[in-house]
Nanobody
Framework: QVQLVESGGGSVQSGGSLRISCKAS?????MGWFRQAPGKEREGVAAIYSDHSTTYADSVKGRFTISRDNAKKTYYLQMNSLKPEDTAMYYC???????????????????WGQGTQVTVSS
C-alpha cells in the first residue's frame, strides 16, 4: 500500500497563502486533498488525475490550485486568499476506487496520509 506524508501546514493570517505538499512512496495515478475542521465531517477540496485533470470544491474554486510533480512523486495544494473557515487538518489520499465524477468523496479513496494542520487567523 502506498504511503503518503503531508507537510507544509502552519498558521497564516486571513488573505495569506500557503502551499502544502504530499509525498507518495510510489507513483500514483490520482491524488485528492481533503480537510476536516473540528466537529465537522471530512470534505473533499481538490483532486488531480494522471492526465492533469482537476476538480475543486466550490468553496475553494479560484483560490486553491492542485498540482503534481511526477518525478518527485509529490502533490501540492497551493492555497491563496485564505479565510478563517479554511482552518482544518488537511489530508491527501490516493487509490481512487470510484469514477472521476466522485473524486471528492472521502469514501472513494483507499490510502490516506496523517494530515497537516492549517490555521487561518482573522
Amino acid at each position: 500500500q502506498v504511503q503518503l506524508v503531508e507537510s507544509g501546514g502552519g498558521s497564516v493570517q486571513s488573505g495569506g497563502s500557503l502551499r502544502i505538499s504530499c509525498k507518495a512512496s510510489t507513483y500514483t495515478l490520482d491524488m485528492g486533498w481533503f480537510r476536516q475542521a473540528p466537529g465537522k465531517e471530512r470534505e473533499g477540496v481538490a483532486a488531480i488525475y494522471s492526465d492533469h485533470s482537476t476538480t475543486y470544491a466550490d468553496s475553494v474554486k479560484g483560490r486553491f490550485t492542485i498540482s503534481r510533480d511526477n518525478a518527485k512523486k509529490t502533490y501540492y495544494l497551493q492555497m491563496n486568499s485564505l479565510k478563517p473557515e479554511d482552518t482544518a487538518m488537511y489530508y491527501c489520499a490516493t487509490d481512487l476506487r470510484c469514477s472521476w465524477g466522485n473524486a471528492l468523496l472521502t469514501s472513494c479513496y483507499k490510502s490516506w496520509g496523517q494530515g497537516t494542520q492549517v490555521t487561518v487567523s482573522s
